[in-house]
């Protein structure tokens, strides 16, 4: 303003700013950008309709020609079903700016459902999405846009519920409409199904609800150095395992140190819920699937292969009959607490017996 009263005044296009009634374009620029909203708000509805109508999974990963069939009933997406879908929905904490419907997800400029207390218009639709935009190639470049890197669900699902660093439509939107609005708009589905390694990204994994409850970032942060700190731990036991550069100790200790602080039950499982810090014992997944894996058995094992472990132990000190008395997160002893429920699982999913063939080692009495 003060420049344009020493007269040195510039256009609306000159500043990059809207074009006035003056300059010839205010009217006419109002009414092309009122069309432009209307056509992609159309072009998003039509793409929920037309996801609804079909298999979500399919859908995303092959188009609609071949997701003429319910996602209840799909078997083509390995490791993609309803179940997965609505545990990632539900444990989505959506940050307090948002204006999105916490029941669907979709934001509450579209979706009534809340303000007119009723179904939501494409409940489910949203979660089947994310959960195949999550493994897909061609969407993990608008993930990369969005903020989003890794391959941890955990770490997914709590980036789905932060604030979007871009709005949509005018709103302040989690990153989860965001991702919706922007993959709709752009519809750049893959037409070659999922590479070789996405294939793989969820293929046989059944999640299930943790105990752990999601926290919501408060106000004033959006809660993405949380996420970045869980995916950087994600990265550390596979630093502690494959590094070339430690000894064996020093990759030992690490990996006893991960495996302290977070589920061993998740963790060697390769469960999707990997990373969370809930005790075996408490472990919701372990008791719920019946792969004889659970902690009362591990704990039935330990007591027996303690015939073999006589007098006191080498690492704790102690007698066998005291070592390791853990009874919560903390370790009383790292062979007896960590290493011993790891050979457990390893031994009950056969891959120890398959280990010990192949380097030749020949085992006596009890495995």
């Known amino acids: 303003m003060s420049g344009y009263l020493d007269e040195e005044g510039q256009t609306c296009e000159e500043v990059g700013g809207r074009l ?5 374009g205010g009217v006419s620029d109002w009414t092309a950008g009122q069309v432009r909203i209307a056509t992609e708000l159309q072009r998003f509805e039509g793409k929920m309709n037309e996801v609804q109508r079909h298999c979500g999974f399919c859908w995303a990963t092959y188009g609609s020609a071949e997701a003429e069939h319910s996602p209840a009933t799909c078997t083509r997406t390995g490791g993609l079903n309803v179940e997965q879908s609505e545990w990632l929905r539900q444990g989505i904490q959506l940050d307090r700016r ?3 419907c916490w029941k669907c997800g979709i934001s509450q400029q579209i979706c009534k459902g809340i303000e007119n207390k009723q179904a939501c218009q494409w409940s489910g639709v ?11 190639p061609h969407s993990q470049g608008a993930l990369a846009e969005g903020g989003y890197h890794g391959q941890n669900i955990v770490g997914y699902r709590k980036w789905l519920g932060l604030r979007a660093r871009q709005k949509a439509q005018g709103a302040v939107v989690s990153n989860g409409m965001w991702l919706l609005w922007t993959m709709l708009q752009r519809d750049d589905r893959g037409k070659g199904g999922r590479d070789g390694s996405s294939t793989e990204c969820l293929d046989g ?3 299930a609800i943790t105990e752990e ?6 106000d004033g942060a959006d809660g993405e150095d949380e996420v970045e700190v869980e995916l950087e731990a994600e990265k550390e036991i596979g630093r502690a395992v494959e590094s070339a550069k430690e000894d064996i100790l020093s990759r030992r200790s690490r990996v006893i140190k991960w495996l302290g602080r977070h589920c061993i039950y998740c963790e060697v499982t390769g469960a999707p819920q ?3 810090k809930h005790w075996y014992k408490t472990c919701y997944r372990s008791k719920g699937l019946a792969d004889n894996l659970g902690y009362s058995e591990c704990v039935d094992w330990q007591n027996g292969m303690d015939y073999f472990r006589r007098g006191r132990c080498s690492w704790c000190k102690e007698d066998i009959d005291k070592c390791g ?3 919560s997160l903390d370790i009383t002893c790292p062979y007896r607490d960590v290493i011993m429920p790891v050979l457990f699982i390893l031994h009950r999913q056969g891959w120890l017996k398959k280990w010990l063939d192949r380097e030749g080692y020949k085992v006596v009495g009890v495995a």
């Not at 006035?20 to 010839?24: A, E, H, P, R, S």
């Not at 949203?126 to 897909?136: D, E, G, M, P, T």
């Open 126 to 136: 949203a979660a089947c999405l994310w959960l195949s935009w999550f493994c897909l």
């Open 205 to 207: 994994a059944v999640i």
């Open 213 to 218: 409850e999601l926290g919501t970032p408060p």
């Open 20 to 24: 006035c009634d003056c300059c010839g």
């Open 325 to 327: 008395l853990r009874a």
């Open 98 to 100: 948002c204006r999105d």
């Open 274 to 276: 990997s990373n969370n």
